[in-house]
Each structure stands twice: as C-alpha cells, then as structure tokens.
C-alpha cells in the first residue's frame, strides 16, 4: 500500500510560482497514476492534473483552468509527482492533494472517488 505526502505550499504573490510534490513510500509510484486535486473553502474538490501510469503510457492531463500555467511530472528516481505552478492567481487559493491509484481507466482522472490513496494535503495561498 503506498503512503503520499505532499509538500512545497505556502504563500506567493499573485503571478508567482510553487513547486509542489507528492513523495510515496511503500510503493513505486511508476505504477500508479497520480492525480492532483485542490479545495477551496466551500467549494467542491476539483481535479487539477493526472499523469497515468508508466504501463498505460505516462501521458499528462491538465484541467482548462491551469493549462499553460501548471505542469504536472514524475521523477521516477525519486518516486516523486511534481505539480509546477506558474502565474498563479487568487483562484488558484486552496489545499492540494496528490492522489494515486493502480486501476485507473482514462475516463476516470478526473474523478477524485476513483483514487484510492491519498496525502494529507498541502496549502497554497496566493495573496499580496
């Protein structure tokens, strides 16, 4: 059973970057598509970016709302997704969360019901 933890939040100014990572121990993370979601207050969670896992090609998948702007990777020696956040702005405000599972079909990235394991979440402000 892999175990995520995020890391990388905090506070930046609007058009600033973070890097945030979801590190996994107990697995390798290479076989796992892995997902990134956020939430902000009184909103419902919203899918971010996936990238599948190696066997089912290792493609990316970004929402329309940070595409341009986000990019999400793998570093396959540090079993680490990355999610890359450029420009960010005050809607970008929320907690993140990695999210991986084995099975997943195509059709269901963007579905956080789908996912199986999950991190504790990482906060992201964007504020002047």
């Known amino acids: 059973q892999v175990q995520l933890v995020e890391s990388g939040g905090g506070l930046v100014e609007p058009g600033g970057s973070l890097r945030l990572s979801c590190a996994a121990s107990g697995g390798s993370l290479t076989t796992y598509t892995v997902g990134w979601f956020r939430q902000a207050p009184g909103k419902a969670r919203e899918f971010v970016a996936a990238i599948r896992s190696r066997s089912s090609g290792g493609r990316s998948y970004h929402a329309d709302s940070v595409k341009g702007r986000f990019t999400i990777s793998r570093d396959n020696g540090q079993n680490t997704v990355y999610l890359q956040m450029n420009n960010l702005n005050a809607e970008d405000t929320a907690v993140y969360s990695c999210?991986?599972?084995?099975?997943?079909?195509?059709?269901?990235?963007?579905?956080?019901?789908?996912?199986?394991?999950w991190g504790q979440g990482t906060q992201v402000t964007v504020s002047s």
């Open positions: 999210a991986a599972d084995s099975r997943l079909i195509l059709s269901s990235l963007t579905r956080s019901e789908q996912y199986d394991y």
